[in-house]
């Protein structure tokens, strides 16, 4: 009878799971890879621009195009990113271009932006930095021109 039962809850050995190209891309996303997609927008960011994608949380695989010299983030529906979650304050944090580099500051939200994992008021972003606002964890990506020691 123990047979009979290891038999049934068993899975057939001969099946085979197979995933598509979008599960490839989304583990990419968790892994903090950047998918084939995702480079080429990279590559394309014009000179003074950089991109955020969300790795974790809600909205994953997300993108916001920080383009502007100042780019606030929050809960509210007028934020220039808008974050649709009660962990995010309604100015939760803003992104802020100085030339080609870019910081992230706090605005005094309930829940603290973190930056690579520590609370933060104030960081100055680099290539790959992670951001978190609220349970939003995104990578940060900058014009690759803006770092003519970077190749293309």
């Keep these: 009878m123990s047979d009979d039962l290891n038999a049934e809850n068993t899975p057939d050995a001969s099946t085979t799971q197979r995933f598509g190209p979008e599960f490839k891309e989304q583990l990419q996303g968790l892994e903090g890879g950047l998918s084939q997609e995702e480079q080429e927008i990279?590559?394309?960011?014009?000179?003074?621009s950089a991109l955020l994608i969300v790795r974790r949380g809600p909205a994953v695989g997300a993108r916001f195009l920080l383009d502007q010299d100042r780019t606030v983030a929050g809960r509210h529906p007028d934020a220039d990113i808008f974050l649709d979650d009660v962990t995010v304050s309604r100015r939760h944090a803003e992104f802020v271009r100085h030339g080609s580099s870019f910081e992230v500051r706090d605005l005094g939200?309930?829940?603290?932006?973190?930056?690579?994992?520590?609370?933060?008021?104030?960081?100055?972003?680099?290539?790959?930095?992670?951001?978190q606002v609220g349970k939003f964890r995104m990578t940060f990506y900058p014009s690759p021109s803006d770092n003519p020691d970077r190749g293309s």
């Design 109 to 131: 939200s309930l829940n603290g932006t973190y930056f690579d994992g520590v609370l933060i008021d104030q960081a100055l972003l680099h290539e790959g930095a992670e951001v």
């Design 42 to 48: 990279v590559h394309a960011l014009p000179a003074g």
